[in-house]
C-alpha cells in the first residue's frame, strides 16, 4: 500500500554534503554558515536582519525580551494557533488576550478593538496556515492604539500579503524551521527577522550568554544558539524553499478543484500569496474520514484539536477567558491532508479518489 505523509522534511545528497562540509569545518555554533545563513534569511524575507536561534519558541521568548514585554503586559493573539506560539509571551508574565479567527483560520481583526484595554502593548498575527492574516487591518487598528505588531510566520515562510512576504511588516516576524515546516533543517530551529537595528542586537546578545565579546558579559542571557550543521542545511532548503512552495500552491489548486462541492476546502483571500503550509478542509464526518483514510495509507492532521484559550494550562492561571464560538466550534471539523514541498500531483490524486470513495462518488 502507498504511503503518503502528511509533511515531509527535505533531503538529498546536497543537503547531506552541505552536513558533510559543515562537519569537516570544525566549526560547530554561530559560526560562517549561521553568518550566511542569516544573511539569506533576511534577502528572503527583505527585512535587514534575521537572528536564528535554537527554535522559534526560543527566538519568540529573546524577541518579547529584548522589546521590554513584561509582567502585566497584554498582547491579543488568535486562540486557534500553536500553543508555542504563546507560551514565549507568558514566559515575560504578559497575558496572552485570545480573540476568535475569520474565514481563513487567522485572527479575525474586527474583534480586535473590543479586546484592547489600558494594558493592551501589542497584537500578534498568526499567519496559520501559510495564509496571510488580514494585516491592513490589524495595521490600522495597531497604530490608531498605539500598539505593537509581531507576526508569526512560522507555518508562512515565502507567503506574501499584498506582495510583501510576510514577517517584513511588523516590528518583527518569527519563523521556524520545525520538521514539517516549509523550511526545514533536519532538526529544531528558528530565526526573528527585523529592520530594527537595537531589536535584533538584544537578541544577538541574549541568545548567547548576554554578549558580544567573549567574555564581557553585558547582560544575563541563555543559551539558545543556532548550530553550524543544521544552517549549511537549511541554505540548501532555503534555495528551494520558493519552488516548494509554488509546487505547495499547485497541489492546493488540484484539491481545491477535485474536493468542491464535496468538502469545505480552504478560502485565499485576495490580498493572499498562501504557501500551504497545510492544507485544511472542514467537514462533519472528520474523525471518520480520518480513520479512513489512515487505513488507506494516508496520514492526516488536526491542528489543532485544542483552542488555546481551553488549555488546561491557561484556565488554571488566567481568569475571564473568553467564548470564541467560531474558535470552538472549527476544532471539530478541520482536517489537515498531506501536502509538502516534493508532493506529487499523482499523491495528491490519490487522496483526492480515496475521499471520493468515503462520499460514495
Ligand atoms: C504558529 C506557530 N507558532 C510558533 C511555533 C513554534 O515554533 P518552534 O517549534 O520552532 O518553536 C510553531 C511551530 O510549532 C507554530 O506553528
Redesign the pocket.
Given at each position: 500500500m502507498q504511503k503518503i505523509p502528511l509533511s515531509k522534511s527535505f533531503v538529498n545528497d546536497e543537503v547531506k554534503q552541505a552536513a558533510l562540509r559543515a562537519i569537516e569545518s570544525g566549526w560547530y555554533i554561530l559560526a560562517k554558515e549561521c553568518e550566511a545563513f542569516e544573511a539569506e534569511l533576511a534577502k528572503h524575507t527583505a527585512t535587514k536582519h534575521a537572528v536564528l536561534s535554537s527554535?522559534?519558541?526560543?527566538g519568540?521568548y529573546l524577541l518579547h525580551l529584548a522589546m521590554g514585554l513584561c509582567s502585566g503586559d497584554e498582547v491579543i493573539v488568535p486562540s486557534h494557533?500553536?500553543f508555542?506560539?504563546i507560551e514565549p509571551m507568558i514566559h515575560c508574565g504578559a497575558k496572552p488576550v485570545f480573540v476568535d479567527v475569520d474565514d481563513t483560520y487567522c485572527i479575525d481583526a474586527e474583534q480586535l478593538e473590543n479586546a484592547i484595554t489600558p494594558r493592551t502593548v501589542g497584537i500578534m498575527p498568526?499567519h496559520?496556515y501559510g495564509h496571510p492574516a488580514n494585516l491592513d487591518r490589524v495595521f490600522e487598528i495597531a497604530k490608531k492604539r498605539n500598539l505593537w505588531v509581531v507576526e508569526?510566520c512560522?507555518?508562512a515562510q515565502g507567503a506574501k500579503y499584498k506582495g510583501n512576504t510576510v514577517g517584513s511588516m511588523g516590528v518583527a516576524g518569527?519563523f521556524?524551521?520545525?520538521p514539517s515546516?516549509n523550511l526545514t533543517v533536519l532538526g529544531?530551529?528558528?530565526c526573528i527577522c527585523t529592520n530594527d537595528d537595537k531589536i535584533a542586537d538584544k537578541i544577538r546578545m541574549l541568545r548567547n550568554h548576554g554578549r558580544k565579546e567573549k567574555y564581557t558579559h553585558e547582560m544575563i542571557g541563555f543559551n539558545l544558539r543556532f548550530n553550524e550543521v543544521q544552517a549549511a542545511v537549511g541554505r540548501v532548503a532555503l534555495r528551494h524553499l520558493d519552488a516548494f512552495n509554488q509546487n505547495r500552491r499547485k497541489i492546493a489548486a488540484y484539491y481545491n478543484e477535485r474536493l468542491k462541492g464535496m468538502v469545505k476546502t480552504p478560502p485565499e483571500m485576495s490580498w493572499a500569496t498562501a504557501v500551504y503550509h497545510m492544507y485544511v478542509i472542514s467537514i462533519d464526518r472528520r474523525d471518520e474520514l480520518s480513520k479512513y483514510l489512515k487505513q488507506n495509507g494516508i496520514e492526516t492532521g488536526i491542528h489543532y484539536p485544542v483552542p488555546n484559550h481551553k488549555q488546561p494550562a491557561i484556565t488554571k492561571i488566567f481568569n475571564n477567558l473568553p467564548r470564541l464560538p467560531k474558535t470552538e466550534k472549527l476544532v471539530d471539523n478541520i482536517l489537515s491532508l498531506p501536502i509538502h514541498g516534493e508532493m506529487s500531483l499523482d499523491e495528491a490524486k490519490v487522496v483526492c479518489d480515496f475521499i471520493a470513495k468515503f462520499y460514495g462518488k
Open positions: 527554535s522559534l519558541t526560543a519568540m494557533t500553536a508555542a506560539g498568526v496559520l508569526d512560522a507555518q518569527g521556524s524551521f520545525f515546516k529544531d530551529g528558528g
